[in-house]
C-alpha cells in the first residue's frame, strides 16, 4: 500500500501566481514520496535493527504525513473556484461562535499572522459541538487529538513566497480566503 500524489482542479486564473503555486504542488509531491519511503523503511525494519535509527524514522512519519495531507485539505479547497459560504451547517456554527463570517476570517487572520512556520487550521469538535481554529507548528506539533479538520491556511513562507514577501503575508491570506471554494469546505464538516 502507498499513497498516490493526488491531482488538484486548481483555475489558473486565479490571484495567486501560476509558479507559486507550482512550486508548492511540488513541495507537496515530496511529502507524497516521503511518506510512502518512510513507511516502505518502517514496515520492513528488521527485528534486530537499530532502534534508535528507526526512533527518527518513526518521528519523522508525523511530519511527512501531516504535511502531505495537509496541503491536500488546502489545495482541495481552491478547486473548481471561488464560491461563498452557503445556508450550511458550517455557516450556522461560525454565525453563532464568531458573530459572522467576517469574524471568523477576522480569528483566522488573527492566528495567520503569529510568527513561525505552521498551519491555521479550524476542527470541528463533535464533543462539545463547536469550531476551534487552532495553530499548528510545521506540519505536526499542536493538532488537537481527534478532531476533524475542515479548513487548511499554509502559513510556511513557501506557500507565499513567490509571491509575496513576509512582511506582507496577511495580503496573502487575504487573497487566499478569497479564492477558497466553501461549499468544498462546508461539505467537510
Ligand atoms: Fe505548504
Known amino acids: ?5 493526488k491531482t ?3 483555475p489558473t486564473d486565479i490571484s495567486l501566481s501560476n509558479e507559486q503555486i507550482t512550486v508548492h504542488l511540488g513541495l507537496y509531491a515530496g511529502y507524497v514520496k516521503n511518506t510512502n519511503a518512510l513507511l516502505d523503511k518502517i514496515r520492513t525494519w528488521p527485528a534486530e535493527g537499530d532502534i534508535i535509527a528507526l526512533s527518527e524514522l518513526q518521528r519523522r512519519l ?3 504525513f501531516d504535511g502531505m495531507r495537509l496541503h491536500e485539505y488546502y489545495f482541495g479547497q481552491l478547486e473548481n473556484g471561488a464560491t461563498s459560504l452557503k445556508e450550511s451547517k458550517l455557516l450556522d456554527l461560525i454565525v453563532k461562535q464568531y458573530g459572522s463570517f467576517e469574524s471568523y476570517c477576522a480569528d483566522i487572520k488573527r492566528l495567520a499572522s503569529m510568527r513561525g512556520i505552521g498551519w491555521v487550521i479550524t476542527y ?3 464533543v462539545s459541538d463547536m469550531l476551534i ?8 506539533l499542536g493538532h488537537l487529538a481527534g478532531l476533524p479538520i475542515i479548513f487548511t491556511l499554509d502559513m510556511w513562507e513557501h506557500a507565499f513566497m513567490v509571491d509575496y ?7 496573502y491570506v487575504n ?4 479564492l477558497v471554494n466553501w461549499d468544498i469546505v462546508a461539505n467537510r464538516l
Do not use: C
Open 8 to 10: 488538484f482542479n486548481i
Open 133 to 140: 481554529n487552532a495553530w499548528v507548528s510545521d506540519h505536526e
Open 165 to 171: 514577501r513576509p512582511a506582507t503575508k496577511l495580503e
Open 175 to 178: 487573497q487566499y480566503l478569497s
Open 124 to 126: 470541528y469538535d463533535t
Open 62 to 64: 508525523g511530519f511527512e
Open 1 to 5: 500500500m502507498s499513497y498516490t500524489e
